[in-house]
């Protein structure tokens, strides 16, 4: 399982961010895949997942209208829109993998390197 994601950045506040995570050596429409964040000095936070087919999407309760995950079975690639950047979304962004392929009870077994964005004037 390879995972890179992309797209991560300097950017100012209330501007839009797409993160790319590119899908190899695993059949990507067999499984779920999710978003993970890590802000500077804290943990892990889940911002969302998506099922297999891209019909089941669910969101962090603080990450709901500004965060839209989306993913191209075609192209093997997974993507999260940002819009309204705010400063406490500086983090490292990590897409990973699901166990299976619906977007409920799954667990993350395979995780990107993360890319990096920095949320600021």
């Known amino acids: 399982v390879q995972l890179v994601e992309s797209g991560g950045g300097l950017v100012q506040p209330g501007g839009s961010l797409r993160l790319s995570c590119a899908a190899s050596?695993?059949?990507?429409?067999?499984?779920?895949m999710a978003w993970v964040r890590q802000a500077p000095g804290k943990g892990l936070e889940w911002v969302s997942i998506?099922?297999?087919?891209?019909?089941?999407?669910y969101y962090a309760k603080s990450m709901e209208g500004r965060f839209t995950i989306s993913r191209d079975n075609t192209k093997n690639t997974l993507y999260l829109q940002i819009n309204s950047l705010k400063s406490e979304d500086t983090a490292v962004y990590y897409c990973?993998?699901?166990?299976?392929?619906?977007?409920?009870?799954?667990?993350?077994?395979?995780w990107g390197q993360g890319t990096h964005v920095l949320v600021s004037s």
């Open positions: 990973a993998k699901g166990s299976h392929a619906q977007a409920m009870a799954v667990m993350l077994d395979y």
């Open positions: 998506i099922s297999w087919n891209g019909v089941a999407t």
């Open positions: 050596e695993f059949t990507f429409d067999d499984y779920a």
